[in-house]
């Protein structure tokens, strides 16, 4: 039997476009995405540190020969794993982090999320996330220290870290997968990260997941207003075997190539999974507070 | 023209064009969800470019999908290796793959092809693109989008004549059994 490989192609094709959906609010998702990377990138101009100390941390995380077959075998293994955990888990996240982009919460719970950052003296400088306006489930932005809020619509969250985009939010601050057993399962199958051992947190010996170093050429505007031209990112989950959900994502962010020193700097989310009460289920939602000013976009805040 | 203006913009544009351009990510990317990423990462870098926003993105998002998934694959290709071996030491059930329709497995096997020879193939099977279109999307001269399309071709001739080696392998096996009435 002979083969008309360009026929079978085509209708191939056909049948696979046949299974894609339409899909919505990938320019929000997108804007959202550059948005957090912003703050990444802001973070990582703030806390300057030398070069030779940033160059260290930098370690490829692929081994070689014997050594990365085994590590093939790890993240295989935790892929068939993580699989088994796909079932939903209707827990709150409850996310701290503290590091190079100054302390944060993060509260998630379904398409809920409230990302807030506050000032070395622990005010509120800014919020993000959702809000219920009307009734309706919106993305919102506000910032207390001029005391105004806009309309941020809301994304789906990155899907896996597979994509530059997804690895680059993990790098930023928040947790910002909404599935993770099934955002875990897709990073690594798709190779963006692998499995790299084990680490102690909290009395629990977590699984640590490293993402594949991504580099970036700064936007012209970005790279004059930080003198370097390149980012480079860089993130690491650590997540509980039983479960399959993540105690800590760190991300790390690294400019260089530029006429100024180096900076270097790092984040840590330390996460816990909460019953979903009333009170938890609250914190996941952002409240502008009475007399603050609506302007028409995050730009003009 | 402000950032929520310009994704509310985008939206309106993606809700005409985006199952097109998905399609065309997922095609190039492997996976439905890969193409989603794929193609927010596009969005995402046409929003970053303030002036290409006004006017038609479409061509713009088009060659960014190219670009970013021939980057996306260089990246992967040496997991993809660490994969293929792995994959090579499971059992397969013969009744897994009684079956399998050649078509989907085409879809599959454009996978496994360096990402030029697939790119070329999705422009030219799925975009409908002709040689010089082609060529002047990815930048390349018409000489390399003929020789890409045609090593394509036989790549997947070959794959696709081991699948079906395979198969047929199968179902008389299944027969032997009795496992194929």
């Known amino acids: ?301 | 023209m402000a950032l929520d203006q310009r994704v509310e913009d985008l939206e309106q544009f993606l809700a005409r064009r985006g199952q097109a351009l998905l399609r065309t990510a997922a095609l190039l990317a492997g996976s439905v969800e890969a193409g989603e990423d794929l193609l927010q990462a596009a969005i995402e870098r046409l929003l970053r470019q303030r002036s290409r926003v006004d006017g038609d993105p479409e061509g713009y998002l088009r060659r960014t999908l190219c670009n970013l998934a021939t980057d996306e694959f260089r990246r992967q290709s040496r997991w993809r290796r660490k994969l293929r071996l792995l994959q090579a030491e499971a059992p397969r059930s013969a009744d897994a793959t009684v079956g399998v329709d050649l078509r989907d497995a085409m879809v599959r096997l454009l996978g496994q092809l360096p990402s030029q020879q697939r790119t070329v193939l999705v422009l030219r099977y799925w975009e409908q693109l002709n040689g010089p279109e082609t060529a002047e999307l990815l930048g390349c001269s018409e000489d390399a989008v003929k020789s890409a399309a045609s090593r394509g071709l036989r790549r997947l001739r070959e794959l696709a004549g081991g699948l079906e080696r395979e198969e047929m392998q199968l179902q008389d096996m299944s027969a032997r059994t009795g496992d194929g009435s």
């Open chain 1, 1 to 301: 039997m002979s083969l008309d490989v360009e026929d079978l192609l085509r209708q191939g094709m056909e049948r696979f476009a046949e299974q894609v959906p339409i899909p919505s609010g990938l320019a929000h998702r997108a804007a959202r995405a550059w948005r957090r990377r912003r703050l990444a990138i802001r973070a990582a101009a703030v806390a300057g540190t030398a070069a030779a100390s940033a160059a260290a941390v930098f370690v490829a995380t692929a081994g070689s020969g014997a050594g990365s077959a085994i590590q093939a075998h790890t993240t295989a293994y935790v892929v068939s794993r993580v699989e088994k955990a796909l079932a939903g888990q209707h827990l709150v996240l409850r996310g701290h982090t503290s590091g190079g982009w100054g302390p944060s919460i993060y509260w998630a719970y379904g398409p809920r999320n409230r990302f807030e950052e506050f000032t070395g003296s622990g005010e509120p400088f800014l919020a993000d996330g959702t809000a219920l306006i009307g009734g309706k489930l919106t993305g919102v932005y506000v910032t207390y220290y001029n005391r105004k809020w806009s309309l941020l619509p809301e994304g789906a969250g990155p899907t896996s870290a597979c994509s530059r985009t997804g690895a680059l939010e993990m790098a930023g601050p928040a947790a910002p997968a909404r599935n993770w057993p099934a955002f875990i399962h897709a990073t690594l199958a798709c190779g963006a990260a692998t499995v790299t051992g084990h680490a102690w947190i909290g009395g629990v010996k977590t699984v640590r997941i490293s993402g594949s170093p991504v580099t970036e050429r700064l936007l012209p505007g970005e790279a004059r207003a930080i003198h370097e031209k390149w980012l480079r990112s860089q993130w690491t989950l650590y997540v509980n075997p039983k479960t399959y959900l993540p105690v800590r994502l760190s991300g790390s962010n690294y400019t260089y190539g530029g006429p100024m020193p180096s900076s270097y700097s790092t984040g840590v989310t330390d996460i816990r999974w909460l019953r979903p009460t009333a009170a938890n289920i609250a914190k996941t939602l952002v409240t502008i507070p009475p007399g603050f000013g609506h302007v028409n976009s995050p730009a003009n805040q």
